[in-house]
Nanobody, 127 residues
Framework: QLQLVESGGGLVQPGGSLRLSCRAS????????IGWFRQVPGKEREGVSW????????GYADSVKGRFTISKDKFENTVYLQMNSLNAEDTAVYYC????????????????????WGQGTQVTVSS
């Protein structure tokens, strides 16, 4: 069974960068699509970025397009989210999620599309 562990969150100043990691264990990510979501108290979980199981098709929410980059390292069995030009609106708990996907080039954007979730990592953007 897929298990996901996020890391890399922390406190960063506006304009700064962080790289989040989503390390998988239990199975290889070769046939798993991965998504990054974020949530602030009182709000619904929001999709941030997604990547297909073959790692060739990334997608981004409009709010992060041009600032965030998602990538999949099959050797490390890890998905990364590079976050640049961070601002206060990016403050949230970030979760990665996975789902089995034999449609290799397709990514999934909704939380309900995913069966496996990590525990989350806090990102705080503040001066």
């Amino acid at each position: 069974q897929l298990q996901l562990v996020e890391s890399g969150g922390g406190l960063v100043q506006p304009g700064g960068s962080l790289r989040l990691s989503c390390r998988a264990s239990g199975v290889t990510l070769d046939y798993y699509a991965i998504g990054w979501f974020r949530q602030v108290p009182g709000k619904e979980r929001e999709g941030v970025s997604w990547i297909s199981s073959n790692g060739d098709s990334p997608g981004y929410a409009d709010s992060v397009k041009g600032r965030f980059t998602i990538s999949k390292d099959k050797f490390e069995n890890t998905v990364y989210l590079q976050m640049n030009s961070l601002n206060a609106e990016d403050t949230a708990v970030y979760y990665c999620a996975g789902r089995l996907s034999y449609i290799r080039h397709y990514y999934y954007t909704l939380p309900s599309d995913y069966a496996y979730w990590g525990q989350g990592t806090q990102v705080t953007v503040s001066s």
